[in-house]
């Protein structure tokens, strides 16, 4: 899995790069059910992940985003975005919806994996 992390309008620390890779830690456990079998080769998961402040001249309020969208292969792209005053919750936010999305994702395969069997003849 590749992960890209951009930061847009602050410049993080190593304490903050550091926090937001722990964070960011949770994909690599979520691409495991939904892609088991192993890709091509060339072919990787990519992670792109924008974290940063809405605005400079925000002072209070929701001021921190965190953006992130998933490229699988052979599956359509998940996204998710989450706009927070605290950069922890906005990142909790977009795990979370990830985490959703791509339990939808497996549970639709398995669906259609299902009806195959059922059309077949196939109990």
Same mark, same amino acid.
């Given at each position: 899995?590749?992960?890209h992390i951009k930061y847009t309008s602050f410049q993080p620390d190593e304490q903050a790069k550091i926090y937001i890779q722990e964070r960011l830690s949770f994909l690599d456990k979520l691409i495991i059910p939904v892609k088991p079998q192993?890709?091509?080769?060339?072919?990787?998961?990519h992670a792109w992940i924008e974290v940063g402040k809405v605005t400079r001249r925000h002072q209070q309020g929701k001021i921190w985003y965190a953006e992130c969208e998933l490229k699988?292969?052979? &599956?359509?792209?998940?996204?998710?975005?989450?706009t927070n005053y605290d950069l922890g919750?906005?990142?909790?936010?977009? &795990?979370?919806d990830i985490n959703r999305l791509l339990?939808?994702?497996?549970?639709?395969?398995?669906? &259609?994996?299902r009806r195959k069997k059922t059309i077949k003849g196939d109990y």
């Open positions: 899995m590749e992960i192993a890709t091509k080769l060339g072919e990787a998961v699988i292969p052979g &599956k359509n792209s998940v996204r998710s975005t989450s919750i906005a990142l909790e936010e977009v &795990k979370d339990r939808n994702e497996k549970d639709r395969q398995e669906t &259609k994996t």
